[in-house]
C-alpha cells in the first residue's frame, strides 16, 4: 500500500493553525468533512473517541489519529503540519507538529492496519520528517510523503 493510495494533494495542509490537540483535530476533521462528503461532527467525535482511549501521538512531533466510520466507503487520509507544536499526550511527552488522520471504513480491519503501519513507516524516517518540517510547500510535502521507502536492504 502506498500513501499516495491514501492521500490527495488537496488533503495536505501545511501552517495549521492550532493551540491544542483538540483544536487540530477539529480543523482537521472539517477538511476530513469536505473531502469525504461526511459531518464535522461525526468525523471529530470518532476521533476523539478514538483519542479517549490512547493518545495517537506516537513520538518524535507525530501523531496518527485515527478513526473507524460507517458511512466511509474507503480509506482516506489528510496531512497537516502545524504551524508551531501542541501538546498531543504524546507517549515521549514531547509536542506535535506533524499529524496524519486516517479515516477507514468500518470494516476495513487488515486494510486499515495495513495503512496505520505503513503512515508509521514512512513517517519513521527520518529523511522525510526533516523534508517534511522544512517545507512550507503543500504540493512538495505531498510528495516527500508519497515517495516509496528507501529499503535498508538496497544495494
Do not use: C, W
Amino acid at each position: 500500500m502506498d500513501l499516495s493510495d491514501l492521500l490527495t494533494k488537496n488533503a495536505v495542509i501545511a501552517g495549521l493553525k492550532a493551540k491544542s490537540k483538540k483544536q487540530a483535530i477539529q480543523e482537521m476533521s472539517a477538511r476530513a468533512a469536505a473531502l469525504t462528503g461526511l459531518s464535522e461532527r461525526e468525523v471529530f467525535d470518532t476521533l476523539l473517541q478514538r483519542e479517549r482511549l490512547g493518545s495517537t501521538g506516537v513520538g518524535h512531533g507525530i501523531a496518527i489519529p485515527h478513526g473507524k466510520l460507517t458511512r466511509l466507503d474507503h480509506l482516506v487520509g489528510l496531512f497537516a503540519k502545524l504551524d508551531k507544536p501542541v501538546d498531543f499526550d504524546a507517549l515521549d511527552d514531547q509536542p506535535v507538529d506533524l499529524v496524519f488522520l486516517l479515516l477507514a471504513p468500518e470494516g476495513a480491519g487488515a486494510d486499515h492496519l495495513k495503512a496505520l503501519a505503513r503512515i508509521a513507516r514512512q513517517l519513521r524516517d527520518s529523511n522525510v520528517t526533516q523534508g517534511l518540517r522544512a517545507s512550507h510547500d503543500p504540493a512538495e510535502i505531498y510528495e516527500l510523503l508519497t515517495q516509496p521507502i528507501a529499503s535498508s536492504n538496497a544495494a
